[in-house]
T-cell receptor, first 111, second 113 residues
Framework: DVKVTQSSRYLVKRTGEKVFLECVQD?????MFWYRQDPGLGLRLIYF???????EKGDIPEGYSVSREKKERFSLILESASTNQTSMYLC??????????FGPGTRLTVT | AQSVTQPDIHITVSEGASLELRCNYS??????LFWYVQSPGQGLQLLLK??????LVQGIKGFEAEFKRSQSSFNLRKPSVHWSDAAEYFC???????????FGAGTTVTVRA
């Protein structure tokens, strides 16, 4: 069974903290993605990676960075968390057929 | 760049009634189209996808969708909804030479007894 896991389901951080969100997939997929989901806005792409150590900006990369040191792991980093980054964060991976498999999400609250 | 519009933010339907969710896309070439469902507190699950071929696509949980190139639409249907179909539904498109999905804003479906 295909699986994308995210390190935390719920996270509460303070403004200015550095935050790491981890995502691991076990399907040997080349492509991995980070989205944020906000009511009325759907899913918006933050960053994606099509290979190890490769990354590309999505639609809303400001305030975020990513790291992909191994094929199965894709990390999202908030260098200095702000309250407007309170959101649901979803990780996904895809192989050759473009079908994206999603993790359960991390609900991040920044206070 | 591709984009997706889901005109209905919220739909309420009675259990046993039919359901249709609208999706319009904008893309210059042949799109790959997807419908995902998100139950409360869960990640997204793929319902069905269209890449090519037959324009009527069957998915899981009794859902189907029809691709209409002339209308740039990919509407999702289910003949008889169950209470467990209450969820948020997202339409998405990716270009055939791309791997970035563009999502619509989503439609929330409420099922009343």
């Amino acid at each position: 069974d295909v699986k994308v896991t995210q390190s935390s389901r719920y996270l509460v951080k303070r403004t200015g903290e550095k935050v790491f969100l981890e995502c691991v997939q076990d399907m040997d997929h080349e492509n991995m993605f980070w989205y944020r989901q906000d009511p009325g806005l759907g899913l918006r792409l933050i960053y994606f990676s099509y290979d190890v150590k490769m990354k590309e900006k999505g639609d809303i990369p400001e305030g975020y960075s990513v790291s992909r040191e191994k094929k199965e792991r894709f990390s999202l980093i908030l260098e200095s968390a702000s309250t407007n980054q309170t959101s649901m964060y979803l990780c996904a991976s895809s192989g050759q057929d473009d079908e994206q498999y999603f993790g359960p999400g991390t609900r991040l609250t920044v206070t | 760049a591709q984009s997706v519009t889901q005109p209905d933010i919220h739909i309420t339907v009675s259990e046993g009634a039919s359901l249709e969710l609208r999706c319009n896309y904008s893309y210059g070439a042949t799109p790959y189209l997807f419908w995902y469902v998100q139950s409360p507190g869960q990640g997204l699950q793929l319902l069905l996808k269209y890449f090519s071929g037959d324009t009527l696509v069957q998915g899981i949980k009794g859902f189907e969708a029809e691709f209409k190139r002339s209308q740039s639409s990919f509407n999702l249907r289910k003949p008889s909804v169950h209470w467990s179909d209450a969820a948020e539904y997202f339409c998405a498109v990716v270009g055939s030479n791309d791997y970035k999905l563009s999502f619509g804003a989503g439609t929330t479906v409420t099922v009343r007894a």
